[in-house]
């Protein structure tokens, strides 16, 4: 093989739904680029698993792959875990060259998948104004991953909502139904919820929990397949493979 592999790797999940979302937007990836191979493996729960995947390449005689993390934030699997079990691929797989791209965020091309989902949601352009926007993100104990959700909201505030305020799933508060309720209280007319989330799973319904019970006047979806999604792994696979100190134009 003379052009990279694009190997996805998600993290996994007991809920059907995520596999298939994330199976969704890699074959919208291929669609966008024919020609390129793209693999989808997983961290756990679901199959085929990471190394697997990794032998198989080697097998049929690819030599090189560009290992992309289907995540958010920098964060515990991207810091950790996929290294690890990239580094471990390596020893065993001494001819196949991996490397890792970035992850996903921040990124313009994700604000404007969130946009996208809010609209499909019923929010239009002249509501902005009068509607407070929670931000629901999975949650995670990394500083870092936590400043850049902040900082997400911080730059959606200024495209025309009322409010924007993040939410956590998990790791730490606070949940989507208090800020859905922190809003209403402050007097903010309409709610809408923007699951910051890839795919559909335990964490995401519990996002959807706490904006019905609270009463959010719009949920939008997750993610998901979005085209935009899919342009942005293609940019982070042609910046994985772009040599250290060179750019992408050269």
């Known amino acids: 093989m003379t052009h990279p592999t694009l190997l ?13 979302t994330v199976h969704a937007l890699t074959k919208r990836v291929r669609a966008e680029r024919p020609g390129l191979r793209v693999e989808t493996a997983f961290l756990e729960f679901n199959a085929p698993s990471v190394p697997r995947v990794l032998e198989r390449l080697a097998a049929q005689g690819a030599d090189e792959v560009v290992a992309l993390p289907l995540l958010l934030t920098r964060a515990f699997h991207a810091k950790t875990d996929i290294p690890s079990v990239l580094r471990e691929a390596r020893a065993r797989l001494p001819r196949l060259h991996i490397r890792q791209a970035e992850v996903l965020g921040p990124s313009p091309l994700l604000n404007a998948t969130l946009g996208r989902r809010l609209r499909e949601a019923g929010v239009r352009p002249g509501d ?12 995670s104990s990394d500083p870092e991953a936590i400043a850049v959700i902040a900082e997400i909201a911080r730059e959606l505030r200024h495209t025309g909502w009322c409010a924007v305020r993040p939410a956590f799933a998990s790791a730490l508060l606070p949940r989507t139904e208090d800020v859905v309720r922190e809003l209403r209280a402050e007097g903010v007319e309409r709610v809408a919820v923007a699951p910051y989330v890839i795919a559909p799973g335990r964490l995401p319904d519990r996002i959807a929990a706490g904006a019905e019970a609270a009463g959010a006047d719009v949920l939008a979806d997750v993610l998901g397949p979005a ?9 982070r696979f042609d910046e994985a493979r772009v040599p250290v100190g060179a750019s992408l134009s050269a």
């Open 8 to 20: 996805v790797i998600a993290h996994g999940s007991r809920d059907p739904r995520h596999a298939a």
């Open 128 to 139: 902005l104004p009068r509607t407070g926007l929670v931000l629901a993100s999975a949650g």
């Open 227 to 235: 085209p935009e999604l899919a342009r942005l792994l293609l940019n």
